[in-house]
T-cell receptor, first 109, second 112 residues
Framework: AQRVTQPEKLLSVFKGAPVELKCNYS??????LFWYVQYSRQRLQLLLR??SRESIKGFTADLNKGETSFHLKKPFAQEEDSAMYYC???????????FGGGTRLMVKP | NAGVTQTPKFQVLKTGQSMTLQCAQD?????MYWYRQDPGMGLRLIYY???????DKGEVPNGYNVSRLNKREFSLRLESAAPSQTSVYFC???????????FGPGTRLTVT
């Protein structure tokens, strides 16, 4: 069965500190991997996808196939980064996502 | 473009009552989805529809039914609501060949 684990329910850091949100997955095949974000009072939206290999709002995510991890990182957290973050691999057909339990990031001033 | 819209935004039901959650998208997407979001459990897929006229069960379909009325609309029905169905419900859509999903604003449902 496909499983996605985000081990930290809550991550609290100070502004300017580095942040890493962990994601481990158990999947057959080669899934496409995504990070979604939900800011307060806003709808869930795509933050970044592995295949595009881009940095969005200073966040990057590296796929480690050996460890089956897709951790989200940012070198200097900002207060506006406070939100819920969800890791989501797709199935091989690309028509379904499995969401992790989410990590709430709080960036303190 | 309004994107993905959902109605209602909030709803309170008594146990045993029925209701339908509405979802519509104006992006000409083929695939549509219904999720529920519970604290600590992320989003769990209830049903999805790969195209007009087709629907498939997701991870947690029990107690729900869906209708893909046309390409734009995908409704979720609770025939006999139970307190365990208290949750926030999200609808999403996705274009063909693109794994990204676009989400609606959610419906907060409370069953007492």
């Amino acid at each position: 069965a496909q499983r996605v684990t985000q081990p930290e329910k809550l991550l609290s850091v100070f502004k300017g500190a580095p942040v890493e949100l962990k994601c481990n997955y158990s999947y057959s095949g080669s899934p496409e991997l995504f990070w979604y974000v939900q800011y307060s009072r806003q709808r869930l939206q795509l933050l970044l996808r592995h295949i595009s290999r881009e940095s969005i709002k200073g966040f990057t995510a590296d796929l480690n196939k050996g460890e089956t991890s897709f951790h989200l990182k940012k070198p200097f957290a900002q207060e506006e980064d406070s939100a819920m973050y969800y890791c989501a691999p797709s199935n091989n057909a690309g028509n379904m996502l499995t969401f992790g339990g989410g990590t709430r990031l709080m960036v303190k001033p | 473009n309004a994107g993905v819209t959902q109605t209602p935004k909030f709803q309170v039901l008594k146990t045993g009552q029925s209701m339908t959650l509405q979802c519509a998208q104006d992006m000409n997407h083929n695939s549509m989805y219904w999720y529920r979001q519970d604290p600590g459990m992320g989003l769990r897929l209830i049903y999805y529809s790969a195209s007009e006229g087709t629907t498939d069960k997701g991870e947690v379909p029990n107690g729900y039914n869906v209708s893909r009325l046309n390409k734009r609309e995908f409704s979720l029905r609770l025939e006999s609501a139970a307190p365990s169905q208290t949750s926030v419900y999200f609808c999403a859509s996705s274009p063909p060949g693109n794994y990204e999903q676009y989400f609606g604003p959610g419906t907060r449902l409370t069953v007492t």
